[in-house]
């Protein structure tokens, strides 16, 4: 870490209380002032003009493969995406080989990221080996600082089991997150069960198999008190029972992925499996109420479910290649090219509140003196095109390659070092 400062001079900061144009002064890993020409005489001054300043963002929902599949990514590679995409902080999933449920795998995951140009947060799994019969030794894991559990790729499927993990999250003061799927009833299907399955004949799941898992975890919510945050939903009647649980009280958040807004099941026409995911694109209407849960509040938080796959593994017939996208590079542009919403609610989906759901402490979207110098610097005007073969990804497996979308990440700040600078990896 160096100690130098760094000016970013220009643009225009946007907070929870609003926007202002000002400058900020960073050294030692803190804003140290903010304020007309305080950037200026810095080491290292980052032109900001024409760019919103904002606290870095923090995705809830990272796959980063390591450790088993650094073929497809590791922790080095996916955070310099991540940098690249205006993140600081990333959660990483524990869906790993083997997965990250033992203190010893937490400590691994912590030592890679320490070298690394965001901050990695490790989730632990819920159960053993993701395996849905035992759970894993969660306080253990919270010692080391894990805020988050879940057992992402699978949904905890046994009730009884997850009313027990539940309360055990709930004396720890830990957050339990579920990827919302029965096994039994998606069947192992490749896509959304509707119009387009049938056309296309490859088996699908129904929304229901996502719905019945909310349905129940609302009402062990309410059993045991415990917060559950909901991942990638991807259906309107789970967006509509989440609407719904929060009014009656019961502590659910919930996240959304850019993919379930931007994209529904009609793309899998070109049997290209780059748009198999799990959960799988939906229908327009699923999008148009997962846009209207991001714009009334309901959903929480926009989450990447960046889940690099090689080409070897993923270029195989629809129903075979493993479901994933990836989004670290491309979220941010996404959600201000293609949601109606004013920028402080991007940020507040993108870093405020992911950032109290993952219990990232000071990170509160205030850019005051003393506060953290995790900052994005972005340029909402810039377009640009995507290019799987340009992102840091060793994988190349992105949905949107070709598409031309509008804001580019300029600069990010990461613990005080500029890691991105002018749109390329930082010294
Ligand atoms: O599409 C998905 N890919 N959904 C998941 O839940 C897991 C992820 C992965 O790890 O590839």
Not at 26 to 55: N, P, T
Not at 71 to 83: I, K, P, R, S
Not at 343 to 363: C, K, N, Q, Y
Request: with cysteine.
């Amino acid at each position: 870490m160096t100690s130098m400062t760094i000016g970013i001079r220009g643009g225009e900061l946007v907070e929870p209380g609003g926007r202002r144009h000002a400058e900020l002064l960073i050294s030692e890993g803190r804003i140290v002032d903010v304020g007309e020409g305080v950037g200026e005489g810095a080491d290292l001054v980052l032109d900001a003009s024409g760019c919103l300043v904002a606290s870095g963002l923090v995705d809830l929902h990272t796959h980063m493969r390591e450790p088993g599949r650094e073929d497809a990514e590791t922790v080095h590679t996916a955070a310099l995406g991540a940098a690249r995409g205006g993140f600081t902080t990333v959660c990483a999933m524990p869906n790993t080989t083997p997965a990250i449920d033992s203190p010893s795998l937490v400590r691994d995951i912590l030592r890679l990221a320490e070298s690394v140009p965001c901050r990695v947060l490790p989730v632990g799994a819920i159960t053993k080996g993701r395996a849905g019969r035992e759970l894993a030794p969660m306080g253990e894991m919270a010692e080391l600082g894990v805020t988050m559990f879940t057992d992402d790729g699978t949904g905890v499927a046994d009730n009884a089991l997850m009313r027990r993990a539940m309360e055990y999250a709930s004396g720890l003061g830990v957050t339990l997150a579920q990827h919302c799927e029965d096994p039994a009833l998606a069947g192992g299907g490749a896509m959304h069960e509707g119009e387009w399955s049938a056309r296309l004949g490859i088996p699908g799941q129904p929304a229901e198999a996502e719905e019945l898992m909310v349905m129940r975890d609302i009402a062990l919510s309410r059993l045991t008190g415990a917060r559950i945050h909901f991942q990638h939903l991807s259906t309107a009647g789970s967006v509509d029972m989440v609407r719904r649980a929060r009014r009656a009280g019961v502590a659910v958040t919930a996240e959304a992925t850019t993919h379930h807004f931007t994209l529904t099941h009609a793309e899998c026409r070109t049997f290209d499996p780059v748009f198999k995911v799990h959960p799988p694109l939906r229908t327009s209407e699923d999008v148009a109420a997962v846009r209207a849960g991001l714009a009334d509040g309901t959903i929480d938080a926009i989450a990447t479910d960046h889940a690099p796959h090689t080409p070897e593994t993923k270029d195989l017939p629809f129903d075979q290649a493993p479901p994933g996208m990836l989004g670290l590079e491309t979220a941010l542009a996404l959600a201000l090219t293609e949601l109606d919403l004013p920028v402080e609610r991007v940020f507040d989906l993108m870093s405020w509140t992911p950032a109290r759901i993952a219990g990232l402490a000071g990170h509160d979207g205030s850019l005051r003196v003393g506060a953290p110098a995790d900052i994005c610097v972005v340029d909402p005007g810039q377009s640009w095109t995507v290019s799987g073969r340009a992102m840091a990804s060793r994988s190349r497996n992105t949905p949107y390659e070709g598409r031309t979308l509008t804001g580019r990440v300029r600069h990010t700040v990461y613990a005080g070092r500029a890691v991105v600078v002018d749109g390329g990896d930082g010294p």
